[in-house]
C-alpha cells in the first residue's frame, strides 16, 4: 500500500454491529494506512465530519457515488477552512 485510502460504504438496511443500544450501523469507513499517525488522524478527522448537523443524513441521502464524494469532499474542506 503506497497511500493512505479510506473507503465509504453504506448498506440499504441497517446492520447489527455491536452497539449497546442493539442500534444497527449504516455507514461505513474503512481506513488503510501504512503507520498509525497517519490512521489516528483521519479517524479524528472523520469524527471532526461525522459531528457536523446533517453530515450523516446527507450521505445516507446521497443518490450515487459522485455524489457521497462531493458530501465527503464538502465536509473535509469545511474542516480544512476553520
Same mark, same amino acid.
Given at each position: 500500500l #503506497?497511500?493512505?485510502?479510506?473507503?465509504? %460504504?453504506?448498506?440499504?438496511? *441497517?446492520? =447489527?454491529?455491536? &452497539? =449497546?443500544?442493539?442500534?444497527? @450501523?449504516?455507514?461505513?469507513?474503512?481506513? &488503510?494506512s /501504512?503507520? @498509525? /499517525? @497517519?490512521?489516528? /488522524?483521519?479517524? &479524528?478527522?472523520? %469524527?471532526?465530519?461525522?459531528?457536523?448537523?446533517?453530515?450523516?443524513?446527507?450521505?445516507?441521502? *446521497?443518490?450515487?457515488?459522485?455524489?457521497?464524494? #462531493?458530501?465527503? *469532499?464538502?465536509?473535509?474542506?469545511?474542516? #480544512?477552512? /476553520?
Amino acid at each position: 500500500l #503506497e497511500d493512505t485510502v479510506v473507503a465509504f %460504504g453504506r448498506t440499504s438496511t *441497517a446492520i =447489527p454491529f455491536g &452497539a =449497546p443500544d442493539n442500534s444497527g @450501523t449504516d455507514l461505513f469507513f474503512l481506513v &488503510a494506512s /501504512r503507520d @498509525t /499517525r @497517519t490512521h489516528l /488522524r483521519l479517524l &479524528a478527522r472523520l %469524527g471532526r465530519m461525522i459531528q457536523k448537523p446533517g453530515f450523516l443524513d446527507d450521505l445516507r441521502s *446521497a443518490d450515487s457515488g459522485q455524489s457521497a464524494f #462531493e458530501i465527503l *469532499a464538502a465536509a473535509d474542506q469545511a474542516i #480544512e477552512t /476553520r
